[in-house]
């Protein structure tokens, strides 16, 4: 089997609705706040991502680096953007694969210059195999397939900040590596870039870009509700295949298949499909176990959908009813999360989501008998993750946790509560644990197995919090009569 290739447009699965042109308008635009921030003396380039390899001659599905698609679009290897924000006219200009009708023939189609024009609304499009030449041109102060006698100017900002040695490289470098780490290709270039180009300054443009991402237009907003959407009508069609004896794949191909039928390309992260003790394991991916009567399920996941990803999690009770022990849980983490939606106020942090959240938690399980100290850290045996993350192109989006909730920034609100008794056998042996485990033991033998997390998408708007993921049933009442129709 020869290499996966993909060179699909986000502006291919766009409806009609949205408007042909709404999504290039919202690419320039962001292209714009970029080049604002950068200052006429710079360039910004920045490469697609490479194909990964799954086993030998066959490519994972390809998936275009983030940052690329956030600032044009395109979706499809070899593909390279370079910002002049000094420039009169050609600001923008994008480098596309050469067209190779043997590759084509193997790999399906690859964009003409026009159609990647279109598709990304950048000001001008040129072939891969010409963008050596270009910067060679570019970083020697001569316009790259222009005569001098007919040159009109183009590029004289970054022109005479290379004269005065004030010219700046911009590069989107992502989390930096560590001592003993290889160093990115993006990181090599710079260093290549700094051996040829005397006076050239890098700027790492990896905060700026993020930070633009962290908060999202109207576009994007529309987009991700859009995408949670088809998320959500997933999450209700795994639902209705959940019964006793089938296994975790069965209900898993139900959700996947929902994915494909409302035109979502794949899911956005590898679902998590587990019940009984699996639905304790975080990232439980093996989706193998059959079903049993009386058991929950936990379902985490989400389709890639227009470019942005939601982030959905359900615990549902495999017969259709919780028991109490179930419930008693499934309310708690519900209170939880209300108490974070509450704090998810423009101004506050989502440590303040958090913090609410977890008061919350705490109270809950010293009432259960699972922590014997609610101003103690004992809850971390049961409560073992943080609740909020951002979301957008990647379901765990670059933003920073630092900077005020402002509206236009989309994240979750995910408080679990697992209840595993390797969690107190794995304690530290010390008398107080000692003294922990003999209080709370016969609460977690009562609650064995049970894993539950509750988790819904919002965006902040200018008017209050927006629970994206509504379509999903969220209460346990809500559930249960969605699960007694299921058969309807």
Known sequence: MGRVWRALLLAASVPAVAGAGEL????????????????????????????????????????Q??????????????????????????????????ANPRREHWQGHLLTKQEAQEASGVDEVRLASELDDFLVSLMNG????????????????????????????ALILGWRPGPKDELPQAYEFAERMRQRVPGLQVRDATRMVWGLRQVKTAYERAALQR??????????AAMRATKPDRFEYEVEAALEKAYLERGAPSWGYPSIVGSGPNATILHYDRSRRQMKAGELLLIDAAAFYQGMTADITRSWPVSGKYSKEQAELWRLVLAAQDAGMKAAVAGNHTTDVEKAAEDVVKA??????????????????????GICHWIG????????????????????IEPGIYIREQALEALEDTPENRAFKEKVRPAALKYRDIG?????????????????????????????????????
């Open 227 to 236: 995408s949670t959407d088809v998320s959500a009508d997933a999450h209700r």
């Open 65 to 98: 680096d983030s940052d690329l698609l956030y600032l044009t679009g395109v979706d499809q290897e070899g593909t390279t953007l370079v910002l002049l924000p000094g420039n009169k006219t050609k600001k923008s200009i994008l480098f596309v694969s050469d």
């Open 142 to 169: 001569y316009p790259f397939g222009e005569r001098l006698t007919e040159y009109t100017g183009e590029y004289d900002a970054f022109f005479e900040a290379l004269k005065a040695d004030t010219a700046r490289l």
């Open 364 to 385: 809950g399980l010293l009432k259960l008998g699972l922590v014997t100290d609610a101003s103690s850290k004992q809850h971390r045996t049961w409560y073992t993750h």
């Open 24 to 63: 290039q308008d919202d690419l320039r635009a962001r292209r714009g706040r970029v080049m604002e921030a950068l200052g006429p003396e710079s360039v910004l380039i920045h490469r697609s991502a490479p194909a990964r390899v799954y086993s030998r001659d066959v490519d994972y599905e390809y998936r």
């Open 452 to 488: 539950v997390r509750v988790e819904d998408s919002f965006l902040l708007t200018e008017t209050g919090l927006v629970r994206l993921s509504a379509r999903v049933p969220r209460t346990l009442e809500e559930i249960e009569a969605f699960m007694a129709g299921r058969d309807q």
């Open 393 to 412: 192109l990647d379901v765990h989006d670059v933003g920073d946790y630092r900077r005020p909730l402002e509206p236009g920034m989309a994240f979750v």
